[in-house]
């Protein structure tokens, strides 16, 4: 096909008659894109009216303008840095333009693009799939965590999150099946990107024939052209994509605003009033704000318009976050404002309320107002304390100017901050990427297994280095889950644990259930685990929906409610309205479920045995809550007075509301500590101090525990046992049941 063909009038049946890889000019592609005939089809197929009325759209992106340029720098260098606002057709334009130039189909490679939101990987592989004309998963597809639609020999276009990238590349440390590797949104600074980044530069001085883009919003491209820079002095090229922006009138509040919910909402009901028509994008900071402020607003505009029928037009609002069902998602882009409710009535308006995931990864069209509190939420870990929080924070100079953006694409627009210019000046320039305030575990997991010494952890090529004091704290908890040995390499245990997509101690958890006879039942309690909120509490029926609860309850353990839940499940699998009637999420069930058949076939890769447990509920039940044991040692608090105490790092905190346990346990597991404000506890079961001892005996030793009020409970336990004998530690057998049945 590309350029060898010898038939005399193929250019007419072939549209990439004469392309060369990598030497192929942007005359050349327009060519083939406005071709008759799909050039990545096989046999060709003509061009639907579809691909024609999308073509036509494209050819307005400000990418597209600037075609030749980008098959000039592509075509010479191996890295190139790339930046344009939001909304300018990188993601989606980009990578199809890669593809006439790699020429991938033909050659038995693949062009990636990274995306650090599997929402962005998963609604861009489907609009390019359209506007390329082919069906999703044969030659445009996308892989995400638990969801891979690829065909394996005919995709050539691969969009993934950046951790799937990441989990390939221990595979295939040279990633070899890509000839273009584009990683988008760097800005954003995820640790998978972060990552990446150092380790495609190592891969692109192994492999000349592999391309890099590195693609970000318009912001501190320097950082980038340095640190992917060829030699000591040559800046890796930078090539700007231009705007073309219309003015936008950017407002300040003159006075800072003690509440930015109400502000906001206040806000779109002023502009709704007062302004000329046009779309309305609100950032908020969480789901449970989001769906406030939608009621809310609905409320009060559904108010105004019986006060002023003639003056104030209908509205419509429209959430979006990450956890929200896809066909919930899908609103966003199909929805337009609502009609006039009648000739000479005032005009309808749309109103997204997002998460700051509409920042730069999702262009929602016909934005003319951005409404920015100037919040977003932020994870933060702490390596001295071990705690993970997740809490508002003010956002950053760099994301103000995103979110502004974010409207004078198609005609001039106004972004109204609810602060003061003074305090904008105040904030932080940039995001803090991720590496400075994560939890390290899964990374240096990660980084050993794509063969990196743990002694030589702290001299990887970061673009920005993570403190000492995290990579320690990863190292360690890995090593009291035995992933490496004393000469601190990869165990056999370490390296399978890398290959599971999960946390390295849920992954622990699984490789080891089979000894306790009970790996099916921790597959699918790791299968719930990975997915979001089970549980449904609409704000009008939270009574039925507690009562609901209570009925899945399993006393003293949350993990085995779970359990029952999924069960119940699928029990009940041919009864649509089963999961509506009994408040749980029927969608997150479904991923549930397909997560666990995930899981279940890495298990049978790595030949760990599938096994239920047998004997009484209680037997199993003590089994299934014993593996947990095994792999979640580290999540253990012991209770002191009201609250619970975290082994070795010392942190209080409270049962989560959630929770379905009383207070009354000594001693229990967690899923999550979190803090928003408050420290809690969530996804708790009760165990035992027997098995603590018994079951992580290196993490529990008592000769280098530290003193105090948890190490007197743990000896108060050996202490009989020694003096007492067999006698005692029956008894013990029996104590060592945390609930009674
Ligand atoms: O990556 P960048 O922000 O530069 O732009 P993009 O994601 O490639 O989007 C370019 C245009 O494609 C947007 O302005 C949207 O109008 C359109 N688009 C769409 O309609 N549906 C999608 N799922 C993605 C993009
Ligand atoms: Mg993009």
């Given at each position: 096909m590309?350029?060898n063909s010898k038939?005399?009038?193929?250019s007419t049946?072939?549209p990439?008659h004469?392309?060369l890889?990598?030497?192929v000019s942007g005359a050349q592609a327009?060519k083939?894109?406005?071709?008759?005939?799909?050039?990545?089809?096989n046999?060709?197929?003509?061009?639907?009216a579809?691909y024609?009325?999308?073509?036509?759209y494209?050819k307005?992106?400000p990418?597209y303008a600037?075609?030749?340029?980008?098959f000039?720098?592509?075509n010479?260098?191996?890295?190139?840095?790339?930046?344009?606002?939001?909304?300018?057709?990188?993601?989606?334009?980009?990578?199809q333009?890669?593809?006439?130039?790699?020429l991938?189909?033909?050659?038995?490679?693949?062009i990636a693009?990274?995306?650090?939101?599997?929402v962005?990987?998963?609604?861009t592989?489907?609009?390019v799939a359209?506007e390329?004309?082919?069906q999703l998963g044969y030659?445009?597809?996308y892989s995400i965590?638990?969801?891979?639609?690829?065909?394996r020999?005919?995709t050539f276009l691969?969009y993934m999150?950046?951790?799937?990238l990441?989990r390939?590349?221990?595979?295939?440390h040279?990633?070899r099946?890509?000839?273009t590797?584009?990683?988008?949104e760097?800005?954003?600074?995820?640790l998978?990107t972060d990552i990446l980044?150092?380790?495609?530069?190592?891969?692109a001085k192994r492999?000349?024939?592999?391309k890099?883009?590195i693609?970000?919003?318009?912001?501190?491209?320097v950082?980038?052209?340095e640190y992917?820079?060829?030699g000591?002095?040559?800046?890796?090229p930078?090539?700007?994509v231009p705007?073309?922006?219309?003015p936008?009138e950017?407002?300040?509040?003159?006075?800072?605003?003690l509440?930015y919910v109400?502000a906001a909402i206040r806000?779109?009901?002023?502009i709704?009033r007062a302004?000329?028509?046009?779309d309305?994008?609100?950032?908020?900071?969480g789901?449970?704000?989001i769906?406030?402020?939608?009621?809310?607003?609905?409320?009060?505009v559904?108010?105004?318009?019986?006060?002023?029928?003639?003056?104030?037009?209908p509205i419509v609002?429209?959430?979006f976050?990450?956890a929200l069902e896809?066909?919930?998602?899908?609103r966003?882009?199909?929805?337009?404002?609502?009609?006039?409710e009648?000739p000479d009535?005032p005009l309808g308006r749309?109103?997204v309320?997002?998460t700051?995931?509409a920042?730069t990864?999702?262009t929602?069209?016909?934005?003319?107002?951005?409404?920015d509190?100037?919040?977003?939420?932020?994870k933060?870990y702490n390596?001295?304390?071990r705690?993970?929080s997740?809490?508002?924070?003010p956002?950053?100079q760099?994301?103000?100017?995103?979110r502004?953006?974010?409207?004078?694409r198609t005609r001039?627009?106004k972004c109204?901050?609810?602060y003061?210019?003074?305090?904008f000046?105040s904030?932080?320039?940039?995001?803090?990427?991720?590496?400075?305030r994560s939890?390290?575990s899964?990374m240096?997991?990660?980084l050993?297994?794509?063969?990196?010494?743990?002694?030589?952890l702290a001299?990887?090529?970061y673009?920005d280095?993570?403190?000492?004091e995290?990579?320690?704290r990863?190292?360690?908890?890995?090593n009291?889950?035995?992933?490496?040995?004393e000469d601190?390499?990869l165990t056999p245990?370490?390296?399978?644990?890398?290959?599971f997509?999960l946390?390295p101690q849920?992954a622990?958890?699984?490789?080891?259930?089979?000894?306790f006879?009970?790996s099916?039942e921790?597959?699918?309690i790791?299968?719930?685990?990975s997915?979001p909120?089970?549980?449904v509490r609409p704000?009008?029926?939270?009574?039925?929906?507690d009562?609901a609860k209570e009925?899945?309850?399993?006393?003293?353990?949350?993990?085995l409610t779970?359990?029952n839940?999924?069960?119940?499940?699928?029990?009940?699998?041919?009864?649509?309205?089963?999961?509506q009637?009994?408040?749980v999420?029927?969608?997150?069930?479904a991923?549930?479920e397909e997560?666990r058949?995930?899981l279940?076939?890495l298990?049978?890769k790595?030949e760990?045995?599938?096994v239920?447990?047998?004997?009484?509920?209680?037997?199993s039940?003590?089994s299934?809550?014993r593996?947990?044991?095994?792999?979640?040692?580290?999540?253990?608090?012991?209770?002191?007075g009201?609250?619970?105490?975290?082994i070795k790092e010392?942190?209080?905190?409270?049962?989560?509301?959630s929770c379905?346990?009383?207070e009354g346990?000594?001693?229990v597991l967690?899923d999550?500590?979190?803090?928003?404000g408050?420290?809690?506890?969530?996804t708790?079961?009760?165990v035992?101090q027997?098995w603590?001892?018994e079951l992580a005996p290196?993490?529990?030793d008592?000769?280098?525990?530290?003193?105090?009020?948890?190490k007197l409970?743990?000896?108060a336990?050996t202490?009989?046992?020694?003096?007492a004998?067999?006698?005692?530690?029956?008894r013990?057998?029996?104590?060592?049941t945390?609930w009674?049945?």
């Amino acid at each position: 096909m590309a350029g060898n063909s010898k038939s005399p009038d193929s250019s007419t049946t072939d549209p990439l008659h004469g392309f060369l890889p990598r030497k192929v000019s942007g005359a050349q592609a327009r060519k083939a894109l406005e071709h008759d005939l799909n050039a990545f089809t096989n046999p060709p197929t003509h061009h639907t009216a579809r691909y024609k009325e999308l073509l036509a759209y494209r050819k307005k992106l400000p990418v597209y303008a600037q075609m030749d340029d980008f098959f000039t720098v592509f075509n010479e260098n191996q890295i190139v840095i790339l930046a344009g606002e939001a909304g300018s057709g990188k993601t989606t334009q980009i990578p199809q333009f890669v593809a006439y130039s790699d020429l991938a189909h033909s050659r038995g490679k693949m062009i990636a693009c990274t995306q650090p939101r599997r929402v962005a990987a998963k609604s861009t592989a489907e609009r390019v799939a359209e506007e390329m004309d082919v069906q999703l998963g044969y030659q445009v597809g996308y892989s995400i965590r638990f969801e891979n639609r690829t065909k394996r020999g005919t995709t050539f276009l691969k969009y993934m999150t950046d951790g799937m990238l990441l989990r390939e590349a221990m595979s295939d440390h040279s990633l070899r099946q890509y000839s273009t590797i584009i990683l988008d949104e760097v800005h954003e600074r995820t640790l998978a990107t972060d990552i990446l980044m150092g380790l495609l530069k190592a891969v692109a001085k192994r492999r000349a024939d592999l391309k890099i883009i590195i693609m970000s919003a318009t912001l501190n491209a320097v950082k980038f052209q340095e640190y992917f820079s060829l030699g000591s002095e040559t800046r890796a090229p930078l090539f700007k994509v231009p705007g073309r922006t219309h003015p936008i009138e950017i407002i300040y509040s003159q006075e800072p605003e003690l509440n930015y919910v109400e502000a906001a909402i206040r806000f779109v009901l002023t502009i709704h009033r007062a302004e000329d028509p046009g779309d309305i994008l609100l950032f908020l900071t969480g789901e449970d704000e989001i769906e406030m402020a939608c009621r809310e607003i609905k409320l009060e505009v559904d108010h105004l318009i019986k006060q002023y029928p003639s003056s104030v037009g209908p509205i419509v609002c429209i959430p979006f976050y990450a956890a929200l069902e896809p066909t919930q998602q899908q609103r966003v882009f199909d929805q337009t404002a609502p009609p006039a409710e009648g000739p000479d009535l005032p005009l309808g308006r749309k109103v997204v309320i997002s998460t700051n995931i509409a920042e730069t990864s999702l262009t929602i069209d016909g934005i003319v107002y951005v409404v920015d509190p100037g919040y977003f939420k932020q994870k933060i870990y702490n390596p001295r304390t071990r705690r993970e929080s997740l809490l508002v924070h003010p956002i950053s100079q760099a994301s103000a100017q995103q979110r502004t953006g974010r409207t004078g694409r198609t005609r001039p627009g106004k972004c109204f901050r609810l602060y003061t210019e003074e305090y904008f000046m105040s904030l932080e320039e940039e995001t803090c990427p991720e590496i400075l305030r994560s939890n390290l575990s899964n990374m240096v997991l990660q980084l050993v297994k794509l063969g990196i010494w743990v002694k030589d952890l702290a001299q990887f090529d970061y673009l920005d280095t993570p403190a000492p004091e995290a990579l320690m704290r990863g190292v360690e908890s890995l090593n009291y889950l035995k992933a490496f040995d004393e000469d601190e390499t990869l165990t056999p245990l370490g390296s399978m644990m890398a290959e599971f997509p999960l946390d390295p101690q849920l992954a622990s958890l699984l490789i080891t259930s089979p000894q306790f006879k009970c790996s099916e039942e921790i597959v699918t309690i790791t299968s719930m685990l990975s997915v979001p909120r089970i549980w449904v509490r609409p704000a009008d029926q939270k009574r039925e929906a507690d009562a609901a609860k209570e009925l899945f309850t399993i006393p003293g353990s949350d993990h085995l409610t779970l359990l029952n839940v999924y069960n119940q499940y699928v029990e009940n699998k041919s009864d649509e309205d089963w999961p509506q009637m009994n408040f749980v999420s029927g969608h997150a069930l479904a991923e549930a479920e397909e997560v666990r058949e995930q899981l279940q076939r890495l298990m049978g890769k790595f030949e760990l045995e599938l096994v239920s447990t047998t004997g009484t509920e209680r037997k199993s039940r003590q089994s299934i809550l014993r593996a947990l044991v095994c792999g979640l040692f580290m999540q253990v608090a012991r209770r002191e007075g009201n609250s619970y105490r975290t082994i070795k790092e010392d942190q209080f905190a409270e049962l989560h509301p959630s929770c379905q346990l009383n207070e009354g346990h000594e001693w229990v597991l967690f899923d999550e500590f979190i803090f928003t404000g408050r420290s809690y506890l969530r996804t708790v079961s009760e165990v035992s101090q027997e098995w603590l001892l018994e079951l992580a005996p290196s993490y529990f030793d008592l000769r280098t525990f530290p003193d105090g009020l948890t190490k007197l409970a743990l000896e108060a336990v050996t202490k009989p046992k020694a003096a007492a004998g067999e006698q005692s530690s029956h008894r013990m057998a029996d104590r060592a049941t945390p609930w009674s049945l």
